[in-house]
């Protein structure tokens, strides 16, 4: 996938923007708190990027009512047209003019390397678990749809726990449409087990890297377990057993690398989590996602740095952002984002 | 130009009903602003009648401008079968199917500890009175996370007063609500539904 035209308005601090982009690397540079990041994220959305978490609300420029995304993408079989609006706390898409329900991507999408990737190995579970729904939302569309249903589940059963109203009530939806988060994850972290050590080796990584899920739960036990554990959650005030509460494993070389790794063994770990994103997503489509850089400077180390300019020259369209990136030789076009206005260098 | 303060009122107060956004609210607002003052007054009038002439029905909940509403009080609709739904607006649906000749109950809501709606503030309670052993309960909530609990806990609340509970098969997507589903799908929902007991 690429991008070709971007449309923002009224979204977070960008000013109006209408921008053609073209093939090959875009380079956008710029103080830090001026919006770049704001960019990358805009161009993530309308590839079809998932977001765990995001406060649609937060996307709204201050003191405004509606945000307005618009992209032509090149997919495979030609030029699509992506429109998003969020207004009073939803989020409308189209494509082609007609309205989606969720994104009827039928291309690659868009992998984004950020700074805060190095969450994916020593943060919360919560950081490995959104890297898992929101690549296998996109990877299955059945998944997202499951997913949705089970959260909402989920938060009623929190709730009834918490009012004294029976938790049971929300068990069956739970335990059904858990089982199935849990056999589709574990077919996906399969599938990684097999890609990671090479994709890890391949970036410069030393040692083997494996993944692998931590369940609270079976899937085939969750309704028995569920049942047996009213008294302890109501205590709690939170469902403690489920898909919601697992985690992903990585291990370096037979440690844990939450614990053990270094820094820079962090970077590569997470670098491979979103290689291995891209691989899938190229896989699954047949078509190269667009590739999204934030702050090209935090992969630095050399050999990293060459490995990621190795899979830059390799895919078709890339975005990056940094302070400074009048070193970058092979930038195509080149923007500058100040106090909110995107604005072509020559 | 600053919008005048009873138009500015009128939009307000339309945008407050369901499903009108404030664009739809504005629009609304110039088409009746644009009609003859007799036109606006007979709709005042209606709304005012509505209002002052309609409640519940005290046996089904549903709304009527009668004592018992039409469907409760017709000697011909079968009292073997009663059929839960969650809004007055449901049992419009199912009606125009044209494929239910049985009476209703309408449950005011579905349970929702989110919202703190628990079992007691729906017409639950008046639904079991009118439960009698061999009575078939025919459970029509919709297929969203709240509809199916609503559906459980009256499943387990109907059974052991001896009533024959089925639950309307959709051939909706999960999380479809009555409301939306067309006449010949809630025509096919009902014939299928499944027997639970
Ligand atoms: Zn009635």
């Known amino acids: 996938m690429q991008i070709r035209h971007l449309t923002l308005q009224g979204y977070r601090n960008l000013a109006r923007t209408e921008l053609d982009l073209p093939p090959g690397l875009v380079a956008i540079s710029g103080d830090n708190g001026q919006g770049k990041t704001n960019l990358l994220e805009a161009v993530y959305l309308l590839a ?18 509606v945000a307005f995304l618009a992209a032509d993408l090149l997919l495979p079989d030609g030029l699509s047209r992506v429109e998003i609006s969020i207004a009073a706390g939803r989020r409308r898409l189209s494509q082609d003019g007609v309205p989606a329900r969720r994104y009827q ?6 992998v984004w390397l950020r700074p805060d990737d190095l969450e994916l190995v020593y943060g919360a579970p919560q950081a490995r678990r959104h890297y898992l729904d929101a690549l296998l939302t996109r990877l299955s569309r059945r998944y997202g749809q499951v997913l949705s249903v089970f959260e909402r589940a989920l938060l009623q059963r929190n709730a009834a726990l918490r009012a004294g109203l029976d938790p049971s009530l929300w068990e069956p939806q739970l ?4 089982a199935e988060l849990i056999e ?8 990684m087990a097999e890609l990671l050590p090479d994709v890890h080796a391949e970036l410069g990584g030393r040692g083997q890297l494996a993944a692998q899920l931590q369940e609270t739960s079976d899937p085939g036990e969750l309704a028995r377990e569920l049942a047996a554990r009213r008294e302890q959650d109501r205590q709690r005030g939170f469902t403690t057993i489920g898909p919601q509460r697992d985690d992903l494993l990585l291990s370096l070389a037979g440690a844990p690398a939450q614990a053990f790794s270094s820094r820079g063994e962090a970077r590569t770990i997470a670098l491979s989590l979103r290689r291995l994103e891209w691989i899938l997503l190229s896989e699954r489509y047949a078509d190269s996602p667009l590739l999204l850089i934030d702050e090209l400077s935090g992969e630095l180390d050399r050999s990293r740095r060459d490995r990621l300019l190795q899979w830059i020259s390799t895919t078709p369209q890339v975005v990056v952002t940094d302070t400074d990136l009048s070193g970058i030789a092979q930038a195509c076009l080149r923007l500058r984002v100040d106090g909110g206005r995107v604005e072509v260098q020559e | 130009m600053g919008t005048p303060s009873s138009l500015a009122q009128l939009i307000r107060e339309l945008s407050r009903l369901p499903g009108i956004g404030p664009k739809s609210a504005q629009r609304l607002a110039y088409y009746l602003f644009g009609q003859p003052e007799q036109e606006v007054a ?3 009038e209606v709304l005012l009648a509505a209002k002052r002439d309609l409640h519940d029905c005290p046996r089904c909940f549903g709304v009527t401008d009668r004592e018992l509403c039409e469907i409760c ?3 011909q609709r079968d009292a073997a079968q009663i059929c839960v739904v969650e809004e007055p607006g449901d049992v419009l649906a199912i009606e125009r199917s044209g494929e239910y000749r049985g009476l209703y109950h309408v449950l005011r809501g579905v349970i929702s500890p989110m919202r703190g709606v628990g079992p007691g503030s729906l017409r639950i309670a008046a639904l079991l009175e009118r439960v009698v052993p061999g009575v078939e309960v025919i459970l029509a909530t919709s297929t969203t996370v709240e509809g199916e609990a609503t559906s459980l806990y009256l499943q387990q609340e109907l059974v052991p007063l001896g009533a024959r509970v089925s639950r309307i098969a959709y051939g909706l997507p999960v999380g479809g609500a009555l409301e939306y589903a067309d006449e010949v799908t809630l025509g096919r929902a009902l014939a299928g539904r499944q027997v639970v007991s």
Request: charged content about 25%; glycine content about 20%.
């Open chain 2, 73 to 75: 009080s017709d000697p």
């Open chain 2, 42 to 44: 007979r709709l005042a």
């Open chain 1, 105 to 110: 991507l039928s291309a690659g999408g868009a």
């Open chain 1, 48 to 65: 079809g990027g998932v977001l765990p978490g995001l406060r649609l609300d937060a996307l709204i420029a201050r003191g405004g009512q």
């Open chain 1, 184 to 191: 589709l994850r574990r077919r996906l972290v399969r599938r």
């Open chain 1, 175 to 178: 335990s059904l449409h858990g």
